[in-house]
């Protein structure tokens, strides 16, 4: 099973940008979405960015602002975060994603996250 290790996430300002990184174990070709999903505290985990390779999706509420992007010769999906507002804040996973009923559901395994919190 392909571990999953989330990274760049930190302290900003609202309007301020971040670039995420997930770096994974093993081989993610096979894999054919993933994505970015995050979580605050009182909240479901939601999805926020995915990416097939060839289409990308996107949540409404960071369409036009996050920009989701694979590599899979070194196994590595980013999730660059631009015009940050303090709604954004939570911890941010990557997994998988599984297309249902018109939303994302995520792979079974999750990595620790990271932690994005933007101030006003």
């Known amino acids: 099973q392909v571990q999953l290790v989330e990274s760049g996430g930190g302290l900003v300002q609202a309007g301020g940008s971040l670039r995420l990184s997930c770096s994974a174990s093993?081989?993610?070709?096979?894999?054919?979405?993933m994505g970015w999903y995050r979580q605050v505290p009182g909240k479901q985990r939601e999805w926020v960015a995915i990416?097939?390779?060839?289409?990308?999706y996107y949540a409404e509420s960071v369409k036009g602002r996050f920009t989701i992007a694979r590599d899979n010769f070194n196994n590595t999906v980013d999730l660059l975060m631009n015009s940050l507002k303090p709604e954004d804040t939570g911890n941010y996973y990557c997994n998988a994603g599984a297309r249902y009923l018109g939303t994302w559901l995520p792979g079974s395994s999750w990595g620790r996250g990271t932690q994005v919190t933007v101030s006003s």
């Open positions: 093993g081989s993610i070709f096979s894999i054919v979405a």
């Open positions: 990416t097939t390779g060839e289409n990308t």
